[in-house]
Structure formats: C-alpha cells, structure tokens
C-alpha cells in the first residue's frame, strides 16, 4: 500500500482555476485523480503512468491537466475554468499494474487511496 495526502482543496468562483497536489510515500506506476459527490460513485477524472501517458474523462478535458514529479513522489491536477459540476471531493489513487487500458479510469483497479480534499465552485 502506497501512502497518499491530498492538499489543495478550496472554494472558488465559476471560472476560476485551482491546482490540487498529492503526496505519495513510494513511486507507483499508475496515478489518477478521482472526485466523489456524497451521493454518487466516485468517478475518474485524469491519470497517469510512469512514463507520461495520459487520460482524462470527458467532463474534464480541456480543462484539467493531470501531472507528476517522480523524483518528489507527487501527482497534481491543475483545474480550469471551474464551473459548480466539478464540486466534489477529490482523491488521489495509486496502482502498480493495471492490465487492461480501458480501466484506467476505473476506481477498482487502484489500491491505495489518500483521505481528499474538497473543492467548492460557486458564486
């Protein structure tokens, strides 16, 4: 299991940017961001791999930008142009093998998780 701490989370306006971090106790090769309102399951937002390949989910695309600084053992998500759907809680998620490409936005396939942080979009 792979230690991870969010930080980043706060409130902002519709259309305001903000970059969330996370911090992990030991390299994985899989990284992803997830986001959970209470209520609904938690869904994928953007991931990553050892070797920079990237995948974001529809709703996001264009405006998250998932990123990695191995050497730190840290994972950011840097968010645009923010509108009120994109209030969640997100997560950090680690996996060491994930084997079919398709599921890299799954939630099962990761197996260690960090405690969240929360961001608000409203006016």
């Known amino acids: 299991q792979v230690q991870l701490q969010e930080s980043g989370g706060d409130s902002v306006q519709p259309g305001g940017s903000l970059t969330l971090s996370c911090t992990a106790s030991?390299?994985?090769?899989?990284m992803a961001w997830f986001r959970q309102v209470v209520g609904k399951e938690r869904e994928g937002v953007a991931t990553?791999?050892?070797?920079?390949?990237?995948k974001y989910a529809d709703s996001v695309k264009g405006r998250f930008t998932i990123s990695r600084d191995i050497s730190k053992k840290e994972l950011y998500l840097q968010m645009n142009n923010l509108n009120p759907e994109d209030t969640a809680m997100y997560y950090c998620?680690?996996?060491?093998?994930?084997?079919?490409?398709?599921?890299?936005?799954?939630?099962?396939?990761?197996?260690?998780w960090g405690q969240g942080t929360q961001v608000n979009v409203s006016s």
């Open positions: 998620a680690a996996a060491s093998l994930i084997t079919s490409p398709r599921r890299r936005l799954d939630p099962q396939v990761y197996s260690s």
């Open positions: 030991r390299y994985s090769v899989n």
């Open positions: 990553v791999t050892g070797v920079g390949d990237v």
